[in-house]
């Protein structure tokens, strides 16, 4: 029987209750997000405080920037806690130090003493992650704290943990609209909100109309320093024993392990934060790297960096890779990064999706790249039911084709193949197969 937020309870529950717990709760709260947490925090003694923080916003790739920039500073030295959201397979993978998952003891731990407590409002599932991230990188001495947003930026609650070092606002587009907005500005001014006085920006190229929303905000907040992706600066280059490789600025010839046409933008606006960083971070500290040091410990983190769910190819023979692109914006990253890395070639996709999402438009870019469509059902009550999905399909005159099981939809990774399959729609559903896969292990 669940509990109630702050109700009292007799005997400690175990790992897996403490997180089914956490699981059930609701997702929206009656008040925003930035003010619960922020009554949380001060009631756990602020254990954010004192911390370095780097904020990171945005519509698609905050995950991948977030990625990036841990390990970079894990090669840096520093220790490292990031706190990411949704979880893939494992609740534990949104609270990581030095790349390893909070332990079991450590969610029970920190779980059951905020579920005992009584905040006097009631935190939702996001607010009880912040708060036992924040707890855990306290107690684990982090040097250094990466925060991504869940939902837009001014009413989330991560906004609550203060003036991070560095702000970080990756590409804006339409996703979340029925809460954000539905045009660029209102997303924009969303995701703007988390820009503060005091902090250092980073923004990623954006559309005009996102861009010069996220100007004004600065302009606002008297932000001395802003560094601005500039893409027709970033030169790619051939790949490099099966790593992507480009040059920007004084970095010549970085490779990196992260796919997709994307991700250069993403590694880029990583080191520009980076470098903001350290600067800030070493000041008058004494025995301070060589900018060389930093300069390698950059480039050494790009390169080492992995994302689960992200571009990620499972299996050379039969071909099968999966992203999470999950709104028309991460699905035109998608379709671009696919026509660069394999020109000239179709492919049968496998999708589930949130019936919230832009899916017909989602469906429409990859039309042109498309053999066939298998479907199917995501295990969560947003889902789009598979059957609907590809009925909107084959109104576009693509076959499709719903199923029950992912054993049914997934490649034969015991014969070999050359067709080339890819499962996208949903970080949800990009999870479950992920799940799916290593209990086939």
Not at 83 to 100: C, K, M, N, W, Y
Not at 199 to 214: F, R, W
Not at 226 to 248: A, H, M, R
Request: with cysteine; net charge negative; proline share 3%.
């Amino acid at each position: 029987m669940s509990l109630l937020p702050g109700e009292e309870r007799g005997t400690q529950m175990t790992y897996e209750e403490v997180v089914d717990q956490i699981n059930q709760i609701r997702r929206f709260g009656n008040l925003a997000g930035v003010e619960v947490a922020g009554r949380m925090l001060k009631a756990l003694g602020s254990p954010q405080a004192g911390i370095p923080l780097i904020h990171i916003a945005g519509t698609n790739g905050k995950g991948s920037v977030s990625a990036f920039l841990r390990s970079v500073f894990e090669c840096a030295g520093l220790k490292t806690g990031m706190f990411t959201s949704p979880h893939l397979v494992d609740f534990r993978e949104r609270i990581q130090v030095q790349g390893d998952m909070i332990s079991k003891a450590d969610t029970t731990r920190l779980g059951n003493r905020l579920l005992s407590m009584d905040f006097g409002v009631y935190p939702t599932m996001f607010d009880y992650c912040l708060a036992m991230a924040l707890l855990y990188f306290k107690e684990q001495q982090c040097d250094v704290v990466i925060l991504e947003t869940g939902l837009g930026g001014t009413y989330d609650s991560t906004n609550a943990c203060g003036v991070p070092d560095v702000t970080v606002i990756a590409k804006i587009g339409f996703d979340h609209m029925a809460i954000l907005g539905d045009t660029l500005a209102k997303i924009a001014a969303e995701k703007a909100g988390i820009v503060k006085h005091g902090t250092a920006l980073v923004l990623e190229s954006q559309e005009k109309e996102a861009m010069d929303v996220l100007k004004q905000a600065a302009e606002r907040a008297d932000i001395k320093t802003t560094k601005v992706v500039n893409w027709d600066e970033i030169k790619i280059l051939p790949q490099k024993d099966g790593k992507q490789c480009f040059s920007y600025a004084g970095y010549d010839a970085v490779t990196m392990k992260m796919l997709g046409v994307h991700q250069y933008e993403n590694a880029v606006a990583a080191m520009l934060a980076a470098e903001l960083f350290f600067e800030k971070y070493f000041a008058g500290k004494k025995n301070v790297p060589e900018l060389k040091a930093l300069q390698h410990a950059i480039r050494e983190g790009i390169d080492r960096t992995q994302w689960m769910g992200r571009m990620e190819l499972v299996s050379n023979d039969p071909f099968f890779l999966m992203d999470g692109a999950h709104n028309s914006n991460g699905v035109e990253a998608l379709k671009k990064s696919l026509e660069t890395m394999y020109s000239d070639e179709k492919f049968h996709f496998i999708m589930g999706v949130m019936a919230d999402k832009d899916y017909g438009e989602m469906i429409r870019e990859l039309l042109p790249l498309a053999l066939d469509f298998k479907t199917v059902t995501v295990e969560s009550e947003r889902a789009l039911q598979g059957e609907a999905l590809a009925d909107c399909i084959r109104a576009k005159g693509i076959p499709a084709e719903a199923y029950q099981k992912l054993a049914d939809v997934l490649p034969d990774f015991s014969k070999s193949s050359a067709e080339k399959t890819v499962a996208f729609g949903s970080l949800y559903f990009i999870g479950e197969i992920k799940a799916f896969l290593q209990g086939k292990q």
